[in-house]
């Protein structure tokens, strides 16, 4: 359901109208609240898999990605959205920096579990729990900054992402390597 609804949120954004881009933002929301209750019901009940979790993960960075790239597609739709840079290149690149994030979290996961892998908290609130704001900004009518913004935020968060990866390699080669020597 919450893939379903989540792609439907997405879509919402490309015909670039006030009604349908605050349509969009509610399903979003109810995606994402799906997304939420349903890995705390499987965790309750016991039921969590490695396949259900994998799942989740993709879902998420497939809703995320295809919801910027359509708000892209909207906001060049517009008339009058004069941006010097094209609002679907803008869109590929917060979703695409969106999927570097993804992987790289799914590799540090792979790599050194899945308490290493965990996004940053603030109160409870994760980086991606911005998105329950979006309606928000839909009603604001304020889609095309939020764009802007998300164009550049996502690839800045991803470099820092880059930047946890690659110290997460370092210190799992420095452990092999003590480990090595030590048993030598």
């Given amino acids: 359901m919450r893939l379903a609804i989540g792609l ?23 995606s994402n609240f799906l997304d939420h209750t349903d890995g705390e019901l499987a965790r309750i009940a016991g039921k969590g ?3 259900g979790h994998l799942y989740d993960l993709a879902s998420d960075a497939a809703v995320t990605i295809a919801l910027f790239v359509a708000i892209g597609i909207g ?17 590929l690149a917060a979703g695409g920096a969106i999927a570097l994030i993804f992987y ?11 308490a290493a892998s965990r996004q940053g908290a603030l109160a ?16 604001c009518n304020g889609v095309t900054p939020f764009l802007i913004a998300a164009s550049i935020g ?25 480990s090595t020597s030590g048993a030598a």
């Fill in 8 to 30: 439907l949120a997405a879509a919402a954004f490309v015909p670039a109208s006030y009604g349908w881009s605050n349509l969009g933002a509610v399903l979003l929301v109810l």
């Fill in 49 to 51: 898999s490695r396949a």
């Fill in 75 to 91: 906001v060049g739709a517009r008339p009058g959205a004069a941006l010097t840079v094209s609002p679907l290149l803008l869109g």
């Fill in 104 to 114: 790289l979290r799914m590799r540090i996961e792979q790599m050194a579990g899945k």
């Fill in 124 to 139: 409870g609130f994760e980086t991606e729990d911005v998105l329950y704001l979006l309606p928000l900004v839909t009603l």
């Fill in 154 to 178: 996502a690839p800045l968060f991803a470099a820092w992402v880059l930047i946890d990866f690659r110290r997460t390699v370092r210190r799992l080669r420095a452990t092999v390597q003590q």
